[in-house]
């Protein structure tokens, strides 16, 4: 895969008698691109907004509002459960700022919504919409030891109907994320909360905690705006750091193209994961919210459309010369795991690290275009003797008969695009795809094999492609 053209695209392009000739690889620009924009994402725990929920003390908070017997047995509910949803509560709240603008505060004493309950468990959460106008919405809800509350608060300004209508539409993307997170099996289901009315809504921010004690189980952190859109998620078993840049939308391509690149870096995020032997339940949540963080169709054909001159982003990506995304960064790290009670300090192990990077230039009558991609996998873990069956280890000596496999892999592709003045393109293509795997035999706890496994290809190809045919509002 090409910065996510893959084997069909291929076909396709050469299908409508597209040149293919060889190229040549620019390896300083290749080797720049790595996968630290995601570093900047932070774990809700981390942030001044939980912090200050947790603070709240339930038992001097007071209802503001009369309580009907139908938001009473909506409370209860919320007061029993596990996990971050409060029994839709939030979501009821958005819905009726359409019809009641003013604050909030809802609050259940102790000794009612810990009643039957684990005085252990706590959860926080808040969620922060922000209009073009400035007017501010805020939701927080938590439930602690001391009780449960909740808040909802509008500052800098008054609602309008549009923005309060703009809000409520979603309630139903907040109670299917919270949903997701509640679930017996945990999901990432955060697409409907990207697909905000931009041009009415500035931000929005949702941030979860969800602890036992002091020990946090589960951590959402979610932004979105029109410059960018991250997400931070951990929970006991794996790590999740996701980045996308949606400022340069004249690069991103139609539905179909972002559908089928998306599809393909989900094929490979599945092909790692059987070679690395990672989670596939894991991986799920992490392909999830890769794909609606980076789907972005929507506002891309506004970008093409509002464009005057035909710029070499939108070019190519019209043309299918690049892989019609936003630029993003990703992580993904599984909680290690000791595989051997025996050596302890020999871990099951699985990551992954992602990144696109677009940069644009004009000479003159002369634009260029550099893609890049990466996508790197670090793995290790325990296979018996045959390599294929689990390892049975245990304390005992007499166990320790299997094969530990290390592997590191990397792949780089870089496309090289250039338009003239007649917004002909030219697309130089190149990548390089690096495995290497170690495998260590051990008989009776006895390293009595170590075997190398590298495997490295490259491939290089140039195509040209016409001008793209845009709508009537772009111009040459």
């Not at 300083?28 to 996968?35: G, M, R």
């Not at 905000?196 to 189980?217: A, C, E, H, I, M």
């Amino acid at each position: 895969m090409l910065n996510g053209i893959g084997s069909s695209v291929l076909r396709n392009l050469i299908a409508s008698n597209a040149v293919v000739t060889p190229a040549m690889n620019n390896k300083s620009s290749q080797n720049a691109l790595t996968a630290e924009a995601s570093t900047k994402v932070i774990f809700s725990e981390a942030s001044d907004a939980i912090a200050a929920i947790y603070k709240i003390e339930p038992a001097q908070v007071k209802s503001s509002v009369d309580v009907t017997s139908s938001l009473q047995a909506q409370l209860n509910g919320a007061a029993h459960a596990s996990g971050v949803g409060m029994n839709g509560l939030g979501s009821t709240l958005l819905s009726n700022l359409a019809s009641h603008r003013g604050d909030v505060t809802l609050s259940v004493p102790a000794t009612q919504a810990l009643n039957g309950a684990q005085s252990s468990s706590q959860s926080a959460l808040a969620l922060t919409i922000t209009t073009q106008s400035g007017v501010q919405v805020s939701l927080q809800m938590t439930r602690q030891q001391g009780g449960m509350v909740v808040e909802l608060k509008t500052s800098g300004g008054q609602l309008s109907n549009v923005e309060a209508a703009a809000m409520g539409q979603l309630s139903t993307g907040l109670q299917k994320a919270l949903d997701g997170l509640d679930g017996s099996t945990t999901k990432l289901d955060i697409s409907d909360l990207m697909k905000f009315d931009t041009s009415v809504l500035k931000s929005v921010d949702l941030k979860t905690d969800l602890r036992n004690g002091n020990n946090v189980t589960q951590s959402l952190n979610l932004h979105a705006d029109d410059q960018a859109r991250w997400l931070g998620f951990h929970n006991g078993d794996v790590s999740i750091k996701l980045d996308t840049d949606v400022s340069k939308l004249t690069q991103a391509g139609s539905a179909a193209q972002q559908a089928a690149a998306l599809d393909q870096w989900s094929s490979k995020f599945d092909q790692a994961a059987s070679r690395g032997h990672g989670d596939s339940d894991m991986l799920t949540l992490f392909k999830d919210s890769f794909r609606a963080l980076n789907t972005t169709e929507g506002r891309a054909a506004e970008s093409i459309n509002t464009q005057r001159v035909k710029s070499i982003d939108a070019n190519a990506a019209k043309n299918g010369a690049i892989s019609g995304l936003a630029d993003f960064s990703a992580s993904y790290q599984q909680t290690p795991v000791s595989g051997n009670p025996y050596k302890p300090e020999e871990q099951d192990t699985f990551s992954l690290n992602v990144a696109q990077k677009t940069a644009t230039q004009t000479h003159g009558d002369t634009q260029d275009l550099t893609q890049q991609t990466l996508f790197k996998l670090k793995a290790s873990f325990h296979t018996a003797l045959d390599s294929v069956s689990a390892a049975k280890l245990t304390e005992q000596k007499s166990s320790q008969n299997y094969k530990y496999h290390l592997i590191d892999d990397e792949e780089r592709s870089q496309t090289s695009v250039t338009q003239n003045k007649k917004g002909d393109l030219t697309a130089n293509y190149a990548q390089q795809l690096t495995q290497n795997e170690t495998v260590k035999t051990y008989q009776l706890a006895k390293l009595i094999d170590s075997v190398q496994i590298p495997h490295s290809v490259k491939s290089e190809s140039t195509r040209s492609f016409a001008a793209a045919q845009f709508d009537a509002q772009l111009n040459n």
